[in-house]
Nanobody, 128 residues
């Protein structure tokens, strides 16, 4: 079976940077990955879509992070990276990676499709 595994996060002062990673695993079984999205959910608020990167590499950013966050994907490693710069206290949230669709090889060697897979979340806390 496949999964989406996040790493990164932590506690930083305002103005600093963090990088989050989101890997589809096991990488050797993943044939292709479609769109990868990053969401965040702050305490008491609804989940917010902040960044998207398509299979072709097109990106989009929420106004709240535009100009401060960047995203990249390494298809060989089946991983996307969210670089967060100039962090603010209002960026404090749990960050989630989500893959809308990926193709993978199952145990029999057949190609299967996995839809709407989410990572486990990563806490980012920015102090003022």
């Amino acid at each position: 079976q496949v999964q989406v595994v996040q790493s990164g996060g932590g506690f930083v002062p305002a103005g600093e940077s963090l990088r989050l990673s989101c890997a589809c695993a096991p990488s050797g079984s993943i044939l292709s990955i479609n769109t990868m999205n990053w969401y965040r959910q702050a305490p008491g608020k609804q989940r917010e879509l902040i960044v998207t990167i398509t299979k072709g590499g097109s990106t989009s950013f929420a106004d709240s992070v535009k100009g401060r966050f960047t995203i990249s994907r390494d298809d060989a490693k089946k991983t996307t990276y969210l670089q967060m710069n100039s962090l603010r206290p209002e960026d404090t949230a749990v960050y989630y990676c989500a893959v809308d669709r990926m193709l993978f090889l199952d145990q029999t060697g057949g190609a299967k499709e996995a839809v709407d897979y989410w990572g486990q979340g990563a806490q980012v806390t920015v102090s003022s």
